[in-house]
């Protein structure tokens, strides 16, 4: 045992981490997100931050910030979109495993090593983290989220989750091999697991913090971007979306689980949030083109 905890140990003091952020207009929260990956432990890292055209102070920001625990990278591109931004990112990443994490994330201070060492014992090529909680959870809104999903109480993963096409950390080589990414809005992380044929395995022990979001106006923006995606079964797929965010349906399906949530600020919720589904569905049939 002792050998074995000798040899992992050996093992991860030769090898490092990119951590890849993809940022637009996120000038609230980056500092925040770097200031918690300041405080990582057990694992040396860079961090390559792509700036995906701002138009508010996120870059001034992020230029401004001097870490002394790891090394800042800092790119820019038109926006495009976060696929396209990580993939940017990876091409400029100069270590074995590339970590993904978003600009309103937080970390507990183990978070990098807990979810590498599955990939350095040669466990598995990549990892997700079902230790995923809500860090706005004393928000109505931000809670209305979890009910609208059927997720657990403070957390954003569905109970007896252990594989995820979601990957938060994955080997260069494997990333590289399918070239990476596919830049088409929301779908673009789960494009990376169905490029490998494989999903990432949960490194349960590594617990981080992420915002839902907590305002009408937040709300509405991201559905708008859940709804501008491709659909299974094609234009059959966008016309049952369709009739699912009608407001009928929204006010019933509404009502029924701010009673059985005992959240009233539910119905107001999933009818703005349906609105934002139906516009992005149009705009995307309109455009044929994913969301940014």
Not at 24 to 38: A, F, G, K, M, T
Not at 48 to 60: A, I, P
């Amino acid at each position: 045992m002792a050998k074995t905890i000798l040899c992992l140990y050996l093992s991860m003091s030769n090898k490092r981490v990119s951590v890849i952020i993809p940022v637009y207009n996120e000038e609230r929260v980056i500092i925040q997100c770097l200031e918690s990956l300041h405080k990582q432990t057990g694992v040396d890292f860079e961090v390559v931050v792509v700036d995906d055209g701002s138009t508010d102070k996120t870059l001034d920001y992020i230029h401004a910030y001097r870490p002394t625990s790891f090394v800042l990278k800092i790119l820019t591109q038109n926006h495009k979109g976060p696929g396209a931004a990580r993939n940017y990112a990876a091409s400029h990443a100069q270590y074995d495993i590339l970590v993904f994490v978003d600009a309103d994330m937080t970390f507990e201070k183990r978070f990098l090593k807990q979810l590498v060492m599955p990939i350095f014992a040669n466990k598995t090529r990549g990892t997700f983290s079902t230790s995923e909680y809500v860090s706005n959870w004393n928000n109505v809104w931000a809670r209305c989220l979890n009910i609208n999903e059927g997720w657990p109480a403070k957390k954003r993963h569905p109970k007896g989750t252990k594989e995820n096409k979601v990957f938060r950390a994955i080997l260069k080589r494997e990333f590289e091999r399918v070239g990476g990414f596919t830049p088409d809005g929301y779908t673009d992380d789960w494009s990376l697991g169905e490029k490998l044929g494989y999903e990432a395995v949960d490194a349960a022990k590594a617990v981080f913090f992420h915002d839902n979001p907590d305002n009408l106006g937040e709300i509405i923006r991201h559905a708008q971007w859940v709804g501008k995606r491709k659909y299974k079964l094609g234009t059959f797929g966008n016309i049952f979306a369709l009739i699912r965010a009608s407001l009928l349906f929204s006010i019933v399906i509404g009502t029924y689980k701010a009673i059985l949530s005992r959240t009233p600020e539910f119905l107001v919720y999933k009818v703005i949030f349906d609105i934002g589904i139906f516009w992005g569905i149009i705009k995307y049939l309109l455009i044929r083109n994913g969301a940014k």
